[in-house]
């Protein structure tokens, strides 16, 4: 079964705060569209074409290394993308409450020490990647980064909330300046999504 491409859950311009209307045009509808083509290419004819995004990505390792980097790349970027624009939207901001805003707050001392490890891990990522808040093995709250489009569940953990720092992301509105961006997209960041996500990685991890 081929992976789609799921509609944006909002207008194209719901993210106006933090990210303008043609960026979110031509990131979803041509960049993570790009991707789900590519990933549809690499796993055509494989064993693992009939498998979930998640399925592949957390048993990456056993996909056939002569096969392994184009589905690494592209499901990737097809998981990665679709939790992207899940976990931001137009009526995003504020701080997290909850069991998710204690566990932040118990983790990282503040909610803004989280912000600003979450940001840093954005700026210093070099070249392009993935900046997110995962839990991991120990049930533990992590900031991470990784390159390119690879994903933590390859190594174990369980995404909580990710921001994407390629350049595509914010280069129209923002050019090089990638830390105004970072600062900015707190402003739709949808922590219903994110809450919900933490407490189905508590459930799992224990
Ligand atoms: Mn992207």
């Keep these: 079964m081929a992976l789609e491409l799921p509609p944006l859950p909002y207008a194209y311009d719901a993210l106006e705060s933090a990210i303008d209307e043609e960026t979110v045009h031509i990131h979803h509808d041509l960049h993570h569209q790009a991707y789900v083509n590519n990933a549809n290419n690499a796993l ?91 839990m991991n093995k120990a049930g533990k709250l992590e900031v991470v980064s990784t390159p390119n489009q690879d994903n933590p569940m390859t190594d174990g953990l369980e995404p909580i909330m990710v921001n994407d720092v390629w350049e595509h992301a914010y280069y129209l509105r923002y050019r090089n300046r990638r830390p105004e961006y970072l600062g900015a997209w707190w402003n739709v960041v949808n922590w219903d999504n994110i809450a919900a996500r933490f407490a189905a990685a508590k459930a799992k991890v224990g």
């Design 44 to 134: 055509k004819d494989t064993e693992w074409d009939s498998k979930s995004a998640e399925e592949i990505l957390r048993n990456l390792n056993s996909v056939a290394e002569n096969i392994r980097g184009p589905i690494r790349n592209n499901v990737g970027g097809v998981w990665n993308h679709n939790m992207y624009w899940e976990m931001m939207g137009p009526n995003g901001g504020g701080e997290p409450g909850g069991e998710l805003g204690e566990a932040i707050t118990s983790t990282f001392e503040s909610f803004d020490n989280f912000k600003t490890l979450f940001n840093n891990g954005g700026a210093t990522r070099f070249g392009s990647g993935w900046v997110w808040l995962v």
